[in-house]
């Protein structure tokens, strides 16, 4: 097994650090495809293998423990001094927060940190392991292509690629080493090495903006680093380990639970939620690449993904309760300002702190269905979300916008992209897809907490107007728009295009395996009991079932009378205007004088007054404050 | 089985159709009207499929055929007993993609009547999901045919839920004064809205459509009577002249006013009924 954890840690982090000091461009497209191709395997043979766990010996003379003390200093001491050279105090403060209890924890206080098994994989790690390694690496072949237009569009001289990929490469190679630890210093250590590769990142183009973004996204998440400290100073002294498995096992109480807070409150700051939401949305200056690993495989799947390992500990219990509620309310909260935008990059990003809150909700719903639920959409959501994201960032290339709006009718312009784009909205937002069989798992299991399933309920139809729209914009055509046939994209953009859309129908067909042979060991692991199965393209759970097939046949046959209905059809018709395009009625005289009519114009409804985000932001950060504040306090009751 | 889906694909239009004859005509004597034929929806479609087959593009026409699909098929899964959730789910496909369907033609009032047609499903869903809530917190499951093994109405503990039916019904039928995304006679502002750019066959298909789901919504209505049916089918006709008789005196309202409407109003029986069974439990 060791082999395939080096490939899918140490090799992106190698060839990223080759990468950086190469200039050629050529070369550096073999390693970026090459680095793929091999951490796809590694991420095949890991889930061949199945669960395992590793004890971490030495390197040479020195043990990995020592090495990662080290390195983790050396970090905090690299983002501490990235704080002073920005003169930022409140930065500062918080990356001295950070080091400075860590050293003393670690070095004066005796503390034993060693543990037995450092790596632990067990089902969740290892459906992580196949999101990070999949849909990242795509990622990475996309910003081969992208990246070469986005400097010439830009006019980046010298190249900052280099730069560029070295950091993406990193990213995920520390991403994948998070989901494998099971020492809460190691994931601390990996945590931090994603806000540094993120705040990097959306700094890339060096811009004011760009860089104003970066400095909030550090600060955000440094908040979280924080939380993160303090948890593992006080979980050590509660429960007397740093041993993740060990931590889930205990029974927690009283000021162990605090920790467990602490954790969840670090990943709700690396999830974007409500009212940390702010960086996420800055992120979208980065360019695209940036935008879709954040967005999902890397970043902000790592707070989900740690509350989803943290759940067992505090299963049931008010705290729950609570934490449920705030991913509820981020949810409707966040698909309730999506309504409000126009900016396609905007609306994904808070469809992603919706979609995020409704897998933290999940997550801690008191019924172990939920949790499989949530699994299942944070699968689902990763693909659909990175599809849609590099969507964007090809239209935005093709067209010069992201706004909705001037997306209208881009089937005729990009018919390529615009069919990708179609096919990601309809995962993301009709049955039988396997986002919406989430929420349809979460509305079942939700049930029995009336408030929940209310913010679930209007969240999910909110949910429905901003997708649909945005639809339907796409797919406008009359038989006088001109129409291109063949749309000329870079074979690195169209590729993963293809690979993930075709990827986000084909895991929808075959969800009941996916359910079985993934997410149903992933949770009975920590739970003795889980009331779902999938079997022949049904899912059964305890109060209902939802069959696949009658949907996919459904849609099959509407489909093909749609083809046979379209080749007999007589022909294309004019829209009904009944003299609204006429040039001789655009003046028109009231009282003798002349006036011009204003052209016609239709736009969707954005409710610009009643959703404005200045006016509602703060609103919703007090509430969501409040409940978080609720979560502390009912471990204290 | 192949008798149910029979009678789900085939009787249960037909039903539909027959109460949407049987509105006109109510509606034209409540008008001092004779009123048309209690069959001329029938005459209507089958006018319609004979004529000529035109779309404005080929979107439409994939957007009419899911929407027929989708809605056939949620009535077929209701009377195969599924999942309540699920029906609804599925139901929603085709919701959604009538509005796509209106959105790719480049008409104003075709464009105008998906948006509004946007805010009416957002209107009504959420009510529709907290329906099928209230009913698994009395029956314990969302499965219909877990639903129909009780041996007392739900209306007992929902009286509720079944206002909210009626709000409900009002928006998805598109019932005065909720007739916001397409009016009923075309020659309003918005001629026919979300159906402007339909014409021939296709028009015939989503008249169709609408059918079904008026015969869904009635019998998740006349579920709230089970085991009690004919009470159920009564009580489900009852709503229909219900809602005639508001669609009568009343008039089109705006988007903003439906809703706040159905959020306040709406949403607070939801509540109201579904809490006091939260408690009482």
Request: hydrophobic share 55%; charged share 10%; net charge positive.
């Amino acid at each position: 097994m060791q082999f395939e954890l080096f490939i899918a840690i140490f090799l992106p982090i190698i060839i990223g650090i080759i990468v950086y000091m190469i200039k050629s461009e050529k070369l550096r497209n073999i390693l970026v495809i090459a680095c793929t191709a091999l951490v796809m395997l590694s991420s095949v043979l890991i889930v061949h293998h199945g669960n395992f766990s590793l004890e971490m010996g030495q390197l040479g003379s020195l043990p990995w423990n020592s090495i990662i003390e080290v390195l983790d200093l050396a970090l905090g001491l690299f983002i501490l001094y990235i704080s002073i050279s920005l003169k930022n105090k409140n930065l500062i403060l918080l990356s001295a927060l950070q080091v400075l209890p860590m050293f003393i924890f670690e070095n004066f206080t005796g503390a034993n940190l060693e543990i037995n098994k450092v790596i632990y994989a067990d089902h969740l790690s290892i459906i992580m392991n196949i999101i990070i390694s999949f849909v990242g690496t795509l990622i990475w072949i996309f910003a081969i292509g992208y990246m070469k237009d986005d400097e010439e569009h830009k006019k980046v001289y010298p190249s900052r690629q280099n730069r560029f990929f070295a950091i993406i490469l990193v990213f995920i190679g520390a991403m994948n080493a998070l989901v494998f630890s099971n020492s809460l210093i190691w994931v601390y250590f990996f945590w931090e090495i994603t806000t540094l590769s993120s705040y990097l990142l959306i700094g890339h183009d060096g811009t004011e903006e760009a860089q104003e973004s970066a400095v909030r996204a550090l600060l955000l998440n440094s908040i979280g680093g924080v939380a993160f400290v303090a948890a593992i100073i006080i979980a050590y002294y509660q429960i007397g380990t740093v041993d993740i498995q060990k931590i889930i096992s205990s029974k927690s109480s009283g000021l162990a639970m605090v920790a467990i807070g602490l954790l969840c409150l670090a990943a709700f700051t690396k999830s974007a939620q409500i009212p940390f939401h702010k960086w996420l949305l800055g992120a979208m200056v980065a360019p695209t690449p940036v935008s879709a690993l954040l967005h999902s495989s890397t970043m902000v799947k790592a707070g989900v993904y740690f509350i989803i390992r943290l759940a067992p500990t505090f299963y049931g219990t008010r705290m729950a309760f609570v934490i449920s509620l705030y991913g509820g309310f981020t949810f409707v909260a966040a698909s309730l300002m999506a309504i409000g935008q126009s900016n396609g990059k905007k609306i994904l990003a808070y469809s992603t702190i919706s979609n995020l809150g409704l897998i933290i909700s999940a997550a801690c719903i008191d019924n172990t269905t939920a949790v499989a639920a949530a699994i299942m959409l944070m699968i689902f959501h990763a693909v659909s979300k990175a599809l849609l994201f590099l969507c964007v960032g090809t239209i935005e290339h093709g067209i010069g916008s992201r706004d909705i709006e001037d997306m209208r009718g881009l089937i005729n312009r990009m018919p390529f992209t615009a069919t990708i784009t179609v096919i990601g909205l309809v995962t993301m937002l009709l049955p039988p897809f396997g986002v919406l069989l989430s929420k349809w798992l979460v509305i079942e299991t939700a049930a029995k907490n009336p408030i929940l399933v209310f913010m679930i309920a209007i969240g999910s139809a909110l949910t429905v107007v901003y997708y649909t729209r945005w639809l339907g914009l796409l797919l406008s055509r009359s038989s006088d728009n001109e129409t291109i046939k063949y749309e000329k994209i870079s074979g690195y953009i169209r590729l993963p295009l293809t690979i993930l859309s075709v990827t986000a129908i084909t895991i929808s067909t075959f969800i009941t395996f996916i359910l079985n042979r993934l997410i149903v060991p992933a949770v009975t692991q920590y739970y003795n009991w889980l009331g779902l199965v999938g079997m022949e393209g049904t899912i059964e759970e305890t109060y209902g079932s939802f069959s696949l097939w009658p949907v996919f046949l459904a849609l099959g046959i509407a489909f093909a009378g749609c083809y046979i209905s379209l080749k007999s059809q007589s022909g294309f018709a004019h829209p009904y205007m009944p003299g609204e395009t006429s040039k001789s009625y655009k003046v028109i005289k009231i009282n003798g004088k002349e006036d011009a009519l204003p052209d016609l114009k239709v736009r969707n409804y954005y409710f610009g007054g009643l959703l404005s985000e200045e006016r509602l932001t703060p609103w919703l950060k007090l509430i969501a404050t409040a409940l978080i504040i609720c979560a502390f306090g009912v471990i204290l009751l | 089985m192949i008798l149910k889906v029979l009678f789900a694909l085939i009787c249960m239009p037909l039903i539909g159709g027959l109460i949407v004859g049987a509105d006109r005509k109510l509606t034209a004597r409540m008008q001092g009207r004779f009123g048309p034929p209690l069959l001329q929806p029938f005459y209507d479609v089958v006018k319609l499929c004979l004529k000529q087959r035109v779309s404005v593009n080929e979107f439409q026409v994939l957007s009419v055929f899911i929407y027929f699909a989708s809605s056939a098929l949620s009535v077929l899964l209701l009377l195969l007993r599924s999942d309540l959730l699920m029906i609804i789910f599925v139901m929603s496909i085709g919701a959604a993609f009538l509005v796509v369907g209106a959105m790719s033609v480049r008409s104003p009032y075709s464009q105008v009547g998906a948006q509004r047609e946007l805010m009416q499903m957002l209107s009504y869903e959420p009510l529709l999901i907290l329906v099928t809530v209230g009913m698994y917190l009395v029956t314990g499951s969302f499965k219909v045919s877990k639903i129909m093994m009780r041996s007392t109405p739900m209306i007992a503990e929902l009286p509720l839920l079944f206002f909210v039916m009626i709000i409900i019904l009002g928006i998805k039928m598109r019932k005065s004064p909720f007739d916001i995304s397409a009016s009923e006679h075309a020659h309003q502002e918005i001629v026919k809205g979300v159906l402007t750019d339909y014409s021939g066959p296709y028009l015939a298909m989503t008249e169709v459509a609408h059918w079904y789901d008026l015969t869904l919504l009635l019998s998740i209505a006349a579920l709230f009577f089970y085991p009690y049916w004919i009470w159920g089918i009564i009580s489900a006709l009852a709503l229909v002249v219900v809602e005639i008789l508001i669609d009568n005196v009343s008039a089109r309202l705006t988007v903003k006013w439906m809703l706040s409407y159905s959020y306040i109003v709406g949403i607070t029986l939801a509540a109201v009924n579904i809490g006091v069974l939260y408690f009482v439990r």
